[in-house]
């Protein structure tokens, strides 16, 4: 639909000056009562809440196995609703929260794409989900800039409607349920290895413009002696806001451009796609980097227990050769960040007891 107007813009008084702030200082204004009330960034996220969240995805994956477990979950939120709003593509974040949503008995109303017809009235940003905010209990967004979703929270929680806010991909910045699905996985295939702590994990691809890693690499503040090996063509270099992290939070990490090197020596490989979208100009950004693919040969250089990972959708990061062998965990990673999803769904709720309490 053609726009009739330019998108309006409003002066919000104090959000510059909160946008600029350390995460740390930020982070008590997405809470309340002590627990969590908007996720926005993965710093949000201590390991006591890690753990939990953990073991309540476990709890709601097998409860959904069966219809007497499923039926109990379905009974938790048929009170609430739940608004997808997703101005940036997406297929598995949209279609794993909106199962998981469906798990927990909510109703869930979606936009996807921006042509709302207020949008296109040139309604501002901010209205459009103030509008949302009257009609539903939760927002789940995405959308292509950095600091969307903090501005939607930080805006709804100034006003009587101050509604859960859950960042479901902020542009190149952030992507904390990815994070926390990602903790999740690394914890399951680490499971008879003693979990996430004393882990050597690489990073490959685009780490400058990969939100995914951006934000795996806050949450390794959470775990004991883990160190990060960082592979990526220099031009997509891990950024410094990232580094400057873990060198202040004692992590250690490593860059390097030379992928076959640290193959044997770590314990798991999470690989990741060029971020052509985020490029000036697409379609002058063809090179794919086969420096920091991973080959079904390469299957010979890592360990036995090394887990391979990718946040998804691939395109020729690794062959599909791969995806038979068992250290291949990504389509499980897939699958896991449903059930991660309804466990943080049901604690902003506050039902997790409700789930707990069943294996008591
Ligand atoms: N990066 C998006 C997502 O995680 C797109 C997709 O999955 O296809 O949802
Ligand atoms: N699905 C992930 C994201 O939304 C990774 C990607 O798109 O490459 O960031």
């Given at each position: 639909m053609n726009k009739f107007a330019?998108?309006?813009?409003?002066?919000?008084?104090?959000?510059?000056?909160?946008?600029?702030?350390?995460?740390?200082?930020?982070?008590?204004?997405?809470?309340?009562?002590?627990?969590?009330?908007?996720?926005?960034?993965?710093?949000?996220?201590?390991?006591p809440f890690l753990d939990r969240m953990s073991r309540l995805g476990d709890m709601i994956r097998l409860l959904a196995k069966t219809k007497l477990g499923q039926n109990h979950l379905r009974h938790l939120l048929p009170h609430k609703r739940a608004m997808l709003y997703f101005s940036q593509p997406?297929?598995?974040?949209?279609?794993?929260?909106?199962?998981?949503?469906?798990?927990?008995?909510?109703?869930?109303?979606?936009?996807?794409?921006?042509?709302?017809?207020?949008?296109?009235?040139?309604?501002?940003?901010?209205?459009t989900i103030r509008t949302f905010a009257s009609y539903v209990d939760m927002i789940i967004s995405r959308h292509p800039e950095a600091g969307f979703a903090e501005k939607t929270a930080w805006v709804l929680n100034q006003t009587d409607r101050a509604i859960p806010v859950i960042n479901g991909g902020s542009g190149p910045d952030q992507h904390p349920t990815q994070a926390l699905l990602d903790i999740y996985t690394l914890e399951r295939e680490f499971s008879k290895s003693g979990g996430l702590d004393g882990k050597k994990i690489a990073m490959v691809g685009d780490l400058k413009r990969g939100r995914t890693v951006r934000s795996l690499s806050y949450l390794m503040k959470n775990y004991q002696d883990?160190?990060?090996?960082?592979?990526?063509?220099?031009?997509?270099?891990?950024?410094?806001?990232?580094?400057?992290?873990?060198?202040?939070?004692?992590?250690?990490?490593?860059?390097?451009?030379?992928?076959?090197?640290i193959m044997p020596l770590v314990d798991a490989i999470y690989m990741t796609r060029i971020q052509n979208e985020y490029s000036e100009d697409p379609s002058h950004e063809t090179e794919t980097y086969p420096a920091f693919h991973f080959k079904k040969e390469h299957l010979e250089n890592i360990q036995a227990h090394c887990v391979l990972l990718h946040p998804l959708p691939r395109r020729y990061e690794i062959d599909v050769a791969v995806d038979k062998d068992p250290r291949a965990a990504y389509w499980r990673q897939e699958r896991n960040g449903m059930w991660i999803r309804a466990a943080l769904i049901a604690y902003l709720f506050r039902v997790e007891n409700e789930i707990e309490d069943v294996f008591s």
């Open positions: 330019e998108t309006t813009r409003q002066i919000f008084e104090g959000w510059e000056e909160f946008y600029k702030k350390p995460t740390d200082e930020k982070n008590r204004f997405f809470e309340s009562d002590g627990r969590l009330m908007d996720i926005i960034f993965a710093q949000q996220f201590d390991r997406s297929t598995r974040t949209f279609l794993s929260f909106q199962n998981a949503c469906y798990m927990l008995g909510l109703t869930v109303s979606e936009i996807r794409g921006t042509t709302t017809s207020s949008e296109v009235k040139g309604e501002s940003q901010e209205d883990v160190a990060l090996y960082f592979v990526a063509p220099k031009i997509y270099k891990m950024k410094d806001d990232i580094t400057s992290f873990l060198t202040r939070h004692q992590i250690p990490y490593h860059e390097t451009e030379d992928f076959k090197s």
